[in-house]
């Protein structure tokens, strides 16, 4: 287990940059979880367009890195569609068009659910399991 130093060691080396998007992360998952309660799904979709880079983005896999720091520090459930829409919106406000995608599998006499996001550039085959879902909808 890592000691609190430890911890606070790796924040302190972020960039600034970094820590902004750190915080925005952590902002967004808590006010997600509260609008997943009172919103429809289709109100806490992104649908603005990406916004303009800044001069100095953050890569979509940093964010993404930043994200699940962010998650490690919230007191929020974490869940694939939670997930999605966090890092759909991060990637956008880093001037990514990133899409949220949802999709569905047949395990044994059951579906299983599950949403990613797509975005340009994004490595082939990424998310690994998204394969195996038939996708549903996009949302751009």
Known sequence: MRSAAERIRRLVRLTPRERRVLARAWCYLLALD???RVLP???LLP???ARRPPATPVSPERVTHLLGLA???SPVRATC???ALVLARLL???GVAATVRFGVARRDASLDAHAWVEHPGQAPGEPCHAGAYTPLTARR
């Open 34 to 36: 509260v609008g997943l």
């Open 41 to 43: 799904i289709t109100r």
């Open 47 to 49: 649908c603005a367009p």
């Open 71 to 73: 998650w490690r520090l």
């Open 81 to 83: 569609l939670k997930d």
């Open 92 to 94: 956008r406000d880093e």
